[in-house]
Nanobody, 123 residues
């Protein structure tokens, strides 16, 4: 069973940037489709970005052009580069991995989850 450990959250001003990291255990990291989700208070956990085992990517419309998902295979690490941050980006961000699939956008299809990291965008 893969274990995911997230880091990089914090507080940033509107227009600022953060990079989230998710370190995965196990030698099969590169074979997993992975993704980022976020959940704000009182809201459902929503899709942010996904990446395939071969680094094909997909984004939610709300973050397209501002966020970039990528992975470094030798480090077993998934990243989310977040630029031009807005207050509405404030949420707990979760990384996730699936055992199968290409681009996985539904939270129900993910098998492993990190603990989450808080991102707060405020003046």
């Amino acid at each position: 069973q893969v274990q995911l450990v997230e880091s990089g959250g914090g507080m940033v001003q509107p227009g600022g940037s953060l990079r989230l990291s998710c370190v995965a255990s196990g030698r099969a990291f590169g074979s997993y489709p992975m993704g980022w989700f976020r959940q704000a208070p009182g809201k459902e956990r929503e899709f942010v970005a996904a990446i395939s085992a071969t680094a094909t990517t997909a984004y939610a419309d709300s973050v397209k052009g501002r966020f970039t998902i990528y992975r470094e295979y030798v480090k077993n690490t998934l990243y989310l580069q977040m630029n031009s941050l807005k207050p509405e980006d404030t949420a707990v961000y979760y990384c996730a991995a699936a055992r199968r699939g290409l681009i996985v956008k539904f939270k129900e299809d993910y098998d492993f989850w990190g603990q989450g990291t808080q991102v707060t965008v405020s003046s």
